[in-house]
Nanobody, 128 residues
Framework: QVRLVESGGGLVQPGGSLRLSCTAS????????VAWFRQAPGKERDFVAN????????TYADSVKGRFTISRDNAKNTVYLQMNSLKPEDTAVYYC?????????????????????WGQGTQVTVSS
């Protein structure tokens, strides 16, 4: 079973940037699509972005389009989420999730039940 570990969270002022990392424990990660979800206190866990196994295709939630960028480096078994122009409403625990899948990001899905491997989460707080 592949393990995913998130890092890079923290406290940032509105308008600032953070880069989250999701690192996998095994090389088979390069056959997996990966997504980022987030969960704010008292709210459901929502889809943020995903990327397919090769990095060629991505999708984003409307709320982060144009501000967040997902990318991956399969040589390092790592997926990144670059977050710019952060807003207080971006405050949440961010989780990465993976599934073994050879299709496009659009085919991978945006719901939690479509992913079977999860990290422990990393807190992002946007506040002045």
């Amino acid at each position: 079973q592949v393990r995913l570990v998130e890092s890079g969270g923290g406290l940032v002022q509105p308008g600032g940037s953070l880069r989250l990392s999701c690192t996998a424990s095994e090389r088979t990660f390069d056959a997996s699509g990966v997504a980022w979800f987030r969960q704010a206190p008292g709210k459901e866990r929502d889809f943020v972005a995903n990327i397919n196994w090769s990095g060629a295709t991505t999708t984003y939630a409307d709320s982060v389009k144009g501000r967040f960028t997902i990318s991956r480096d399969n040589a390092k078994n790592t997926v990144y989420l670059q977050m710019n122009s952060l807003k207080p409403e971006d405050t949440a625990v961010y989780y990465c999730a993976g599934r073994h899948f050879w299709g496009t990001a659009q085919e991978m899905g945006v719901t939690q039940d479509q992913y079977n491997t999860w990290g422990q989460g990393t807190q992002v707080t946007v506040s002045s």
